[in-house]
């Protein structure tokens, strides 16, 4: 069974450090890796999502690459600001079996003006 | 365009009660899924449908109904609530280009 790890935990940063959030996942053999944001109380937004043929998507400050042989993955948020706090959560769909996202327990993360 | 839409918000039930949470999309995606989340677990695939009259099981499947009879609603049932179902309920949909698309959740406390 596909098992994703997200760390830390938790991660604060001073208003405009650069970060990198870290995903790991077991089995190599995977359709998509997709990364989201949860804010408290809210459902998950989809924030970039990198195909297995990928090695990196981009979308604004944000960053995603893919290691596919090595399990992992990275966020990295460039220039961080206070509205980027909340909960990044990063998700495999395997590349066989059933249709279902495989989730770390995601990094929460505070940016401190 | 609504996109994910979730009822309810919240709710709280006693052990052995049913109900309905509802779900609906107007994005026209085949393929819509409900996940739970609970505290230090990723969230984890309950049952998902990859079109009108087509369901399955994920991976925690026992304790909950569910039926797709249009594109636009996937509602999950809860047939006799436990204690062990107290959770936040998350709908989602998938389109063409694999992103999926989250409810806003509902939190359920069964008592």
């Known amino acids: 069974k596909q098992e994703v790890t997200q760390i830390p935990a938790a991660l604060s940063v001073p208003e405009g450090e650069n970060l990198v959030l870290n995903c790991s996942f077991t089995d190599s053999a995977i359709y998509n890796l997709q990364w989201f944001r949860q804010d408290p109380g809210k459902g998950l937004t989809s924030l970039l999502l990198i195909q297995s043929s990928q090695r990196e998507q981009t979308s604004g400050r944000l960053n995603a690459s893919l290691d596919k042989s090595s399990g992992r993955s990275t966020l990295y948020i460039a220039a961080s600001q206070p509205g980027d706090s909340a909960t990044y959560l990063c998700?495999?769909?395997?590349?066989?079996?059933?249709?279902?996202?495989?989730f770390g327990t995601g990094t929460r993360l505070t940016v401190i003006p | 365009n609504a996109g994910v839409t979730q009822t309810p918000k919240f709710q709280v039930l006693k052990t052995g009660q049913s109900m309905t949470l509802q779900c609906a999309q107007d994005?026209?995606?085949?393929?819509m899924s409900w996940y739970r989340q609970d505290p230090g677990m990723g969230l984890r695939l309950i049952h998902y449908s990859v079109g009108a009259g087509i369901t399955d099981q994920g991976e925690v499947p026992n304790g909950y109904n569910v039926s797709r009879s249009t594109t636009e609603d996937f509602p999950l049932r809860l047939l006799s609530a436990a204690p062990s179902q107290t959770s936040v309920y998350f709908c989602?949909?998938?389109?063409?280009?694999?992103?999926?698309?989250f409810g806003p959740g509902t939190r359920l406390l069964v008592l």
């Open positions: 989602a949909s998938r389109g063409g280009r694999e992103t999926q698309y």
């Open positions: 994005m026209n995606h085949e393929y």
């Open positions: 998700a495999v769909r395997p590349l066989t079996g059933a249709n279902n996202l495989f």
